[in-house]
Nanobody, 129 residues
Framework: QVHLVESGGGSVQTGGSLRLSCSAS????????VGWFRQTPDQGREFLAA????????????FYGDSARDRITTSRNNAQNTAYLQLYNLKPEDSALYYC??????????????????WGRGTQVTVSS
């Protein structure tokens, strides 16, 4: 069982930036794919990015969704059991509850939330105009 905790959300103005963190309770985290999703009542759950397990730094294998792909990056620090989602040039439509998820997920399934075994409770991002 892996316990995930997101942090770093908050309220920012249009054009601002945030770095979200996903901290895991177990060192097995390093072998898991970490996915980032966001959810709003209107849009449902949306895939943002995923980074495969064991890879980090220049060796990381990363996938991005279609939404905001030019304004987000993801990375991980396996020594600290933490993954990150950097958000740039935020817009009001980026306001959502942001989640990280982890699991043994193959590259072809990283965009499917149901592929992940563990989820955090989310961190709220609110962007004002």
């Amino acid at each position: 069982q892996v316990h995930l905790v997101e942090s770093g959300g908050g309220s920012v103005q249009t054009g601002g930036s945030l770095r979200l963190s996903c901290s895991a309770s177990e060192t097995t985290f390093k072998s898991y794919t970490v996915g980032w999703f966001r959810q709003t009542p209107d849009q449902g759950r949306e895939f943002l990015a995923a980074i495969l397990g064991d890879g980090a730094g220049d060796g990381a294998v990363i996938f991005y969704g279609d939404s905001a792909r030019d304004r987000i990056t993801t990375s991980r620090n396996n020594a600290q059991n933490t993954a990150y989602l950097q958000l740039y040039n935020l817009k009001p439509e980026d306001s959502a509850l942001y989640y990280c998820a982890a699991g043994t997920v193959s590259p072809r399934n990283v965009r499917e939330g149901r592929s992940y075994d563990y989820w955090g409770r989310g961190t709220q991002v609110t962007v004002s105009s």
